[in-house]
């Protein structure tokens, strides 16, 4: 495999185009009329721009994707994730074009992308399921039958559902009939794809999930696990690997059961298994993702390797090079999602120009971005900026040098989670490991945030007025002496 396009854009493309120069392989960006100046575009030794700046006229342009492949040669295609990364479809055509997908099979997709095949496959295998509906359910009266056999509060989710998208919480009766409607609604808005089903919703449920990687000679290993309970509309903000709860015991567990899962359908490459983890510890299958997920830095922080390496030589045909026993965990890893969004707004967007962007350095810590000072935050896209990734040699050193990098971290023009995230990881539950998914219910209310600000404003006042008083009163005293005076001394008043 001598040269790569990888079909994503932002801080994956970039991502997946620094590991492809180490082992020497050359790559091909493509971009929209809007990404036309990112750094990934220039970091790249090709680059095409493939329409205009909406996904669907551009990133999401399968056959016009696989014609570039063909004119420039391409050896295989690295879909990053999002866009075209878990479409079956995609890869068929990729396949077909004689081109290599940097993935798992199209079938393997087909089998874990839809929700209620992928729980229907795992559970051949004893893997725990939560309580729910067998299969999809349309008919309302049978929706609220089934709802009051498996008790409130439940979850009502699409079946090709994805990033929190058709998932509505019920918590009585009453609510079925429209949170069900909604969850149709956008289930065919987000995927074209009505179906949903019915779910026991765990009290103080934990979002853990297994990295996998296997290859395509049956070796299968699990590669630990990611804690990704800090979430708001259900989408993850904060990752840590290893979770603060997991035992010895309980990790095995959960690794061998995701390792069945991936056996299951014959996976190869990189993919995450996740798990619902209740206050008892008891854990049930989610699903499974048929990619490389966001948060893959804290895994590779904990173990050394290098995932997107890992997934071209597994595409390249060879076996994986360690077993499960030679893995190790080896300190602790948190990942920040860096998003241009306002926390004290409900998390809205907050698209507008980096007006500063700095980002933060030292040992241990790592940003996966793609900006730079002066460019515009695209409004067709995700608004996550950049992901800050820290590693300590226990999970006390990781939190204490994660806040040290946030304080670090400058961005002017738009507002952030930055400051979230600093709230969230000083908090008396973080800090403790006793939080599950409903952190910012219990714990966050937006003037929080307002309040720490003044004080941290007010701090700065009064710190300022001291300095200005201060220096006034040593230039007074200069002044006054007599003798020479020094512009050395003066300066460094």
């Not at 940003?367 to 820290?390: C, H, N, Q, R, W």
Request: proline share 5%.
């Amino acid at each position: 495999m001598k040269k790569i396009l990888i079909a994503n854009r932002g801080e994956i493309a970039l991502r997946v185009m620094r590991s492809a120069k180490e082992m020497g392989i050359k790559t091909v960006a493509i971009y929209s009329e809007a990404d036309r100046n990112a750094p990934f575009v220039n970091y790249a030794d090709e680059a095409v721009c493939v329409g205009p700046p909406p996904s669907a006229q551009s990133y999401l342009q399968g056959d016009k994707i696989i014609a570039i492949c063909k004119e420039l040669g391409v050896d295989g295609i690295h879909p990053g994730y999002g866009f075209l990364s878990e479409n079956a479809d995609f890869v068929r055509k990729v396949q077909k074009a004689g081109i290599t997908f940097i993935g798992p099979s199209a079938d393997a997709m087909d089998m874990m992308g839809d929700k209620l095949s992928a729980k229907a496959t795992a559970k051949k295998y004893k893997v725990p399921m939560i309580p729910g509906s067998e299969g999809a359910i349309s008919d309302l009266a049978e929706a609220t039958k089934l709802a009051k056999e498996i008790g409130f509060p439940l979850l009502i989710k699409a079946s090709a559902g994805g990033g929190g998208k058709g998932m509505r919480l019920v918590e009585k009766e009453s609510e079925v009939e429209e949170q069900m409607k909604m969850a149709i609604s956008e289930a065919i808005s987000a995927f074209g794809n009505g179906a949903v089903f019915i779910e026991k919703y765990a009290s103080g449920p934990r979002h853990i999930e297994i990295q996998l990687l296997a290859d395509n000679h049956g070796n299968c290993v699990y590669l630990f696990e990611r804690e990704c309970s800090i979430q708001r509309r259900h989408q993850k903000v904060i990752e840590e690997a290893p979770s603060a709860v997991l035992t010895p015991e309980l990790r095995k567990a959960m690794g061998e059961c995701a390792v069945n899962v991936a056996k299951a359908c014959n996976y190869s490459g990189a993919g995450t298994v996740e798990f619902l983890v209740d206050d008892q510890l008891n854990f049930y299958f989610l699903e499974m993702n048929t990619r490389l997920q966001v948060e893959h830095p804290v895994s590779e922080m904990i173990t050394g390797l290098d995932l997107v390496k890992e997934q071209i030589k597994v595409a390249r045909g060879e076996k994986l090079s360690f077993t499960q026993e030679d893995l190790k965990i080896n300190g602790h890893a948190i990942e920040v999602r860096v998003c241009a969004e306002d926390p004290t707004n409900n998390f809205l967007p907050d698209i507008g120009t980096l007006k500063t962007y700095r980002v933060p350095t030292g040992p241990g810590v790592r940003v996966d971005d793609s900006f730079t000072e002066g460019m515009d935050i695209p409004i067709y896209y995700d608004p996550m900026i950049a992901k800050l990734i820290v590693h300590g040699k226990d999970r006390t050193e990781a939190i204490e040098k994660m806040l040290r990098a946030i304080q670090d971290y400058q961005i002017t023009g738009v507002e952030t989670t930055l400051p979230f995230c600093a709230f969230v990881l000083k908090h008396e539950a973080f800090v403790s490991g006793k939080f599950d998914t409903g952190f910012i219910p219990k714990y966050f209310k937006p003037e929080m945030l307002n309040k720490s600000n003044s004080n941290e404003e007010e701090v700065a006042s009064i710190f300022g007025a001291f300095m200005a008083s201060n220096l006034n009163s040593k230039a007074q005293e200069q002044s006054n002496s007599s003798g020479p005076k020094s512009k050395w001394r003066l300066n460094r008043v």
